[in-house]
């Protein structure tokens, strides 16, 4: 059997329709992860990886879901200056201070 070659719209597409039931929801998108599936099934998983190690195609592995990154934006818009700024008036424990702190 000659090996198909999709192009990689067409694979996002196939990719896309393994989540919808007239293909039997075999996979389902992770939440917040953009182009990441999960296998409804554990073991639908262990027959994909049997089938492409016998068709002789090389996985990249395991890996886990990367943690997200928190953009903070520093900009005049949002009054955002990169540095904490105290209130007039405030005085942080020890600073100014003749009383001895609380234990």
Known sequence: MEPVTLSRPKFGERL???????????????????????FNEKMLRGYVRM?????????????????????????????YKGRPTIPAGVKPKGEGSDEEPRR
């Open 16 to 38: 896309r329709q393994l989540k919808q039931p007239s293909f039997g929801s075999i996979l389902k998108s992770m939440d917040g992860r953009a182009g990441w599936y999960t």
């Open 51 to 79: 089938q492409a190690e016998g068709s002789g195609v090389e996985l990249n592995g395991e890996r886990a879901a990367p943690k997200q990154q928190i953009h903070v934006p520093m900009n005049a818009r949002n009054g």
